[in-house]
């Protein structure tokens, strides 16, 4: 085999120090089974800390909510449940998740509802007083029917805006057109100021208190147009004697998966090599990743997560706050201090780096046809318990080698596997691609995959095929000490022990 | 010299001898070929003008826009083409990363489109990417564009297969150099001159400069980008190697301080790259081996002083002159700042004799929108300029300084006062603590 092509897994604490813990983990899955999602709620408050850090280098004030969709875990909601409140605050885009941050402690001034909503989500925001991130026009109609219908309190709502391009064109102030994704959410912003005169209308039923964006980029610059845009349509608001106060700039800041750049480098330069024909295939039947090989020229766009990513997470927002806006000239963050606006962020998955692994089983190492030094191994999970695939996310997982297992002559030294489920599919495969391993697994060994807290674990598991579905336990503890409760009994103050700790 | 037009003077670009001395081989001749003297001011001219020309008569007619993926010089060259034909030019393009690029093209009149970033959530089966909707655009029946379409079009090889290779076997007195140098962006010129330069010479050996895939070189691609060009074929080049953007910078250094030529950032990752591995060549051969090599300069620096203040802010560094609030460590700050509390300010702009000129720091817009009432707006970036060269205030004046949180404003009170000035205070927690407060604010 040629030099190994590891994508090792960014690892900091107390993650680090957990898959450093086999003889822990080891019998926790044995006792609760395979596949299993361990969650590590303190780690959610660090990096919390770290997104304030940034706000306070900007003096700027503005909650950020944790944006719920990203994972279904209650230690996690709790644990943010503890944190200041003016501080943090939780976006919930069902109703389901609405009681679900209700019953774990945020009380509903730090609560947001954004996304599609229908009338009894509608309905429960509105009675229970959370803020309401309207989506269209339709959608604040609805909403103003409903608090007028059942006699609720004025709701505090957001516009969300989307289509900055056109704005941008509108404007007139540059020559360069930035061509933005077409987007199911949001209202064009070219409708604001309808939206406003429906605001207006319904001034008995809602409160407008802010402007808001979320957009699926990683592109600092459509942000920042974005958000000064929306610094317009405040002014706009203004003018009209309306008095919002945020600007909720939405989600996306991004995680970092790969600890190093060299071999992310590596690995996509082969990939494309792999493609093109000029290295053996580097995955499953020559899956190429949205990449295709016409007449020798590369062609097609690399469906890949930028998973070696310098800036990530609250070095991101870092980042966008302090570039220069297109037609003010000003940093976003001097915008926003300047004119007095609270800064809302909704982090999903930058808000829960580093907080969970999802655990497996080797049930079964084969080789694939004589000859061939392709491995496939079998794990307790299948892909919907663990979609970093799904999600374009490429990283390897830790071996944890089963404490007392043999070791032979066979496995020792770097191997290429493709990792499959536990499902009777030709399409279950863990990793479309060839993963290294530092050796051979064996029966009985654990593979971890780190950093599946964000829209990976369980995010697509479901009861189908009759498969167990992932427990969710909660882990505390720092090096040699651990201990565990299962998700749902963890409450930030006792640990699942029923102790005050 | 006399021309009917400034297409005639695209091409015959010189060939200029490095001094040795400065690169320090001691058995090759190192050749610069100055495609950055062509009259737009880049290797592109040629490959813009010949795939161009054959077509401009007949887009003028029917009002088409000539559009192309390009990051700068073939956009530079087709906006002027373009203008003189009385056609637009639009360039669409994620790596127009340069801001006086964007800046110049603007001025010739380009539309440019940018495409966007990379999507957060993804979709692995969605083949939907920009790119791809930019090409259905562009072929959709009663579309009217001129696509010049440089990464696949034959004819930008062309322009250098009968251009600027010939150029370089002349005036090498008929004979191919031993070694051809070129930076890889739409491959282009290293396949138009290699092909003839292996024609007189099938040992000439080729290198492919690209840049570092971490890095950014503007105009050059990545290993992995020029896999995506219709033109690339690996079979041209014997070697590619990467570059990066210090190196480049390093290049363009040498070749503007010690040896005359302007060059921007691709020139200088050609000599770099050249002269890295020339070193290697040249310590195999002995004195009675002489060999040549040529690598192409192909723009100016003009255009890229905002990538070099980014990678090497200290060789743009003007030495400060006069006050500035930087001078000051938060000590002399702590020490030196007088403040007012929002309760005491207001009493101040009340009642004081005379009463304070109250200096809002804010950014316009921001001031625009709302501010303490009968305030002047100088921005700090202006209220800077201004303080350099003294006092802009009268010593009679007591003036009161606001800002967004009263951190600014601290460091000019306490600068001002350093400054001789008797009586200048700051508002203690700025606009917001006014705000917060509840102190009138006003839009007038
Ligand atoms: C409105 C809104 N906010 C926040 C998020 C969270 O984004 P991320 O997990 O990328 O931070 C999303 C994701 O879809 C969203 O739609």
């Not at chain 1, 209650?74 to 885009?93: C, I, K, N, Q, T």
């Not at chain 1, 080789?367 to 392709?374: A, I, P, V, Y």
């Not at chain 2, 826009?65 to 669409?92: D, I, Q």
């Not at chain 2, 460091?411 to 000035?421: D, I, K, N, P, V």
Request: aromatic share 6%.
């Amino acid at each position: 085999m040629s030099e190994p092509l590891y994508l090792l897994p960014r690892l900091e604490p107390p993650l680090s120090s957990l898959l450093d813990a086999g003889e822990f983990l080891h019998p926790l899955v044995d006792a609760l089974g395979s596949p299993l999602n361990v969650l590590l709620p303190e780690r959610i408050a660090e990096n919390v800390r770290r997104f304030r850090a940034v706000y306070r280098d900007h003096h700027l004030s503005g909650r950020v909510y944790f944006a719920h969709k990203a994972n279904r875990s209650s230690a996690l909601v709790r644990r943010l449940a503890v944190e200041d409140s003016a501080s943090v605050g939780a976006d919930v885009a069902s109703l389901g998740e609405l009681q679900h941050v209700l019953a774990c402690g945020f009380t509903p001034d730090r609560i947001m509802a954004t996304g599609p909503k229908d009338p009894d989500f509608l309905w429960l925001a509105a009675r229970s007083g959370v803020t309401v991130n309207l989506d269209s026009p339709g959608e604040l109609d609805q909403l103003a029917e409903i608090v007028r219908k059942y006699g609720l309190p004025r709701t505090d709502v957001l516009l969300r805006l989307s289509g900055f391009e056109l704005g941008a064109a509108a404007s007139g102030a540059s020559g360069v057109r930035l061509l933005s994704r077409r987007s199911r959410f949001g209202s064009p912003i070219e409708e604001a100021a309808e939206l406003l005169a429906a605001v207006e209308r319904h001034r008995d039923a809602v409160e407008l208190t802010g402007i808001a964006y979320h957009l699926d980029t990683t592109g600092l610059a459509e942000k920042v147009r974005a958000l000064e845009q929306c610094l317009m349509v405040m002014d706009e608001c203004r003018a009209r004697g309306l008095a919002p106060r945020v600007v909720d700039i939405g989600g996306g800041f991004g995680v970092g998966y790969v600890a190093d750049a060299g071999q992310w480098n590596r690995y996509t330069t082969a990939l494309t090599e792999a493609v093109l024909g000029t290295r053996p295939a580097l995955t499953w039947r020559g899956y190429g990743y949205g990449l295709r090989n016409e007449a020798g020229t590369l062609r097609g766009a690399a469906a890949l997560y930028p998973a070696h990513r310098p800036d990530a997470g609250a070095g991101y927002l870092d980042e966008l706050l302090s570039l220069a806006s297109p037609l003010l000239g000003r940093p976003p963050a001097t915008l926003l201090l300047e004119h007095l606006f609270d800064l809302s962020v909704e982090p999903g998955r930058a808000l829960i780096d580093q907080c969970g692994a999802s655990l497996a089983r080797v049930l079964e190492v084969r080789r694939m046809g004589e000859g061939t030094g392709d491995y496939v191994v079998r794990l307790a999970m299948n892909a919907g318990d663990m979609s970093l695939e799904e999600h374009g996310v490429l990283v390897d997982p830790v071996l944890l080698p089963r404490p007392g297992g043999g070791g032979g002559e066979s496995d020792a030294g770097p191997v290429g596997v493709f990792l499959v489920g536990n499902l009777c599919l030709e399409a279950d495969l863990i990793t479309r691609r060839m993963v290294f391993l530092p050796r051979l697994p064996r029966v009985g060994d654990l593979l971890a995959f780190a950093n599946t807290a964000g829209y990976a674990m369980d995010f697509h598991a479901h009861q189908a095929q009759r498969q167990p579905v992932a427990r969710a336990v909660a882990v505390t503890g720092e090096g040699g000490s651990w201990s565990w409760c299962p998700d749902e009994e963890y409450w930030p103050i006792s640990h699942g022990g029923g102790v005050l700790s | 010299m006399r021309y009917d037009s400034i297409t005639d003077v695209i091409g015959n670009t010189p060939l200029v001898r490095i001094d040795p001395a400065v690169h320090g081989l001691r058995h090759i001749d190192l050749y610069a070929k100055l495609e950055m003297l062509n009259p737009f001011g880049s290797v592109k001219d040629r490959p813009a003008w010949n795939m161009a020309r054959p077509h401009l008569a007949a887009a003028a007619e029917r009002d088409e826009t000539v559009v192309e993926l390009s990051s700068g010089n073939t956009a530079k060259a087709l906006a002027l083409l373009a203008g003189m034909h009385g056609l637009t030019f639009k360039s669409v393009t994620n790596r127009m990363r340069v801001p006086e690029i964007k800046e110049l093209l603007l001025l010739l009149g380009a539309e440019i489109e940018e495409l966007p970033g990379q999507s957060e959530c993804l979709d692995p089966t969605d083949t939907d990417d920009p790119l791809t909707r930019f090409h259905q655009a562009l072929s959709e029946p009663g579309s009217t564009y001129l696509h010049t379409d440089q990464y696949f079009n034959p004819r930008n090889t062309e322009a250098h297969a009968t251009g600027t290779g010939p150029e370089i076997v002349k005036d090498l007195d008929g004979r191919a150099p031993d070694w051809f140098i070129a930076c890889v962006g739409t491959a282009g010129s290293s396949t138009g001159v290699a092909s003839v330069l292996r024609e007189n010479d099938p040992r000439v050996r080729v290198l492919g400069l690209v840049a570092d895939k971490s890095d950014f070189i503007p105009g050059i691609r990545t290993i992995d980008e020029v896999h995506q060009v219709g033109l690339f074929d690996p079979a041209t080049y014997d070697t590619i190697e990467p570059v990066t953007s210090q190196e480049a910078i390093d290049g363009m250094l040498t070749l503007i301080r010690r040896c005359g030529l302007l060059s921007g950032p691709t020139g200088g990752a050609a000599y770099q790259g050249a002269v890295r591995r020339l070193r290697l060549v040249d310590a195999e051969l002995t004195d009675s081996d002489r060999r040549t090599a040529v690598f192409i300069v192909c723009d100016r620096a003009e255009s890229y002083l905002s990538y070099v203040r980014q990678r090497r802010p200290e060789l743009l560094g003007a030495p400060r002159r006069g006050h500035h609030v930087s001078d000051l460590t938060d000590a002399d700050v702590a020490a030196g700042a007088k403040t007012i509390g929002t309760g005491d300010a207001r009493r101040w702009i009340a009642d004081g004799q005379p009463a304070p000129l109250v200096v809002d720091l804010r950014g316009p817009h921001a001031y625009a929108a709302l501010h303490i009432e009968g305030s002047v707006n100088i921005v700090d970036e202006v209220f800077d300029e201004l303080v350099r060269g003294g006092l802009p205030f009268s010593k009679s004046r007591p003036v009161l300084l606001a800002c967004p949180v009263g951190e600014k404003s601290a460091r000019y009170a306490a600068l001002l006062t350093r400054m001789g000035h008797p009586d200048v205070r700051s508002l203690t927690g700025g606009v917001v603590a006014w705000r917060d407060a509840g102190a009138p604010l006003v839009r007038e």
